[in-house]
């Protein structure tokens, strides 16, 4: 009876807002995202365009962190690992100077899915609570090891890696902000659409049986390791393209930059965006970038403690994130349209 009640909130947000709309709204819906991301670049200035660009490598992960948490059930704290895993990877790739820079981003999701595989194995053997500790150790720990002696070679120590920022095809009329922003929204779009397929395919449904009762559902023959530790790799491989747009973002990687505040974060981007919800990442990306910040706006020596306030309102407010305020906005707004067509 307790993991019944337990899983029941998650389990009613597994589609997210998109259930409650109505096919016409959500193409609507998709036409005007695509139409405002296309515009945006050009409408606002070269600062707060990086800034966005940074939101959407956080969405690119927090979606990873959405499939392996909202939609199979296993608990992460630690995907800021797999996020400086995908980092460093493209920027020891584009430093090299052998290989192009977008050939770095597939490369790197194939390596964080590599090791995101290999640490689901251990994985099985914990749940719950248990498995989030594992992984918020691994948070903890991947700094300190990227600042090893026998890695430093390549990570480059405590002084970080410096990434050179790719430039635009020369039959492109765009700047390297304007072209690198194309790149990351393109990308996370592409993501976005192949969550939305993975969860609607057979193996999305196996994911989500597991994550609702996995008893009953090896009981149902299916292969509750392999989709466990299938479902961890998946994650890791979103969480490392993420971080490598980021290192083209930002042209810097270091240790610091990926410790476990950025492990809570992701975390808490999730949540805020809806659990369970593919579309629920954007919000989610853009909270972690842009409400710290805020913060810090308001009161420089109080900006945890804003922080802390305005995450409590927001999940006081909306405690299924933005994804379920607008599934509850959007089921009014089809009862009243229906109300005033039956009046």
Known sequence: MVRKELTAPMSQTVSGADQAMPPSWQRWSVALLVIAASVLPFA????????????????????????????????????????????????????????????????????????????????????GIYLALATFALAIATPQILKLTPVEPWTGGVQGLVVERPAPPSWVPLDADQWLYFV?????????????????????????AIRDHPIAARAMGINVALYKTLAFGTSALYAGIGGALSAMTVQFVAPDSFTFVLAIGLFVGMVVGGVGSVWGALPGGLFLLFVPNMAETVSKGLAGAVYGVILILVIYLMPSGVAGMVRLAARKLVAMRRSHGNG
């Open 184 to 208: 990351t929204a393109a990308t996370g779009l592409l993501l976005a659409w192949t969550a939305i397929n993975l969860v609607d395919s057979r193996s999305g449904r196996a994911m989500i």
């Open 44 to 127: 606002v200035a070269p600062f707060v365009l990086f800034q966005v660009t940074v939101a959407l490598t956080y969405a690119i992960a927090i979606l990873g962190l959405n499939l392996l948490t909202g939609f199979n059930g296993q608990f992460s704290l630690g995907h800021s690992t797999f996020y400086a895993i995908g980092a460093y990877t493209a920027a020891i790739l584009i430093g090299s100077g052998s290989i192009d820079y977008y050939w770095t981003i597939p490369i790197a999701g194939a390596v964080c899915f590599a090791f995101g595989f290999l640490f689901g194995l251990p994985a099985l053997r914990l749940d």
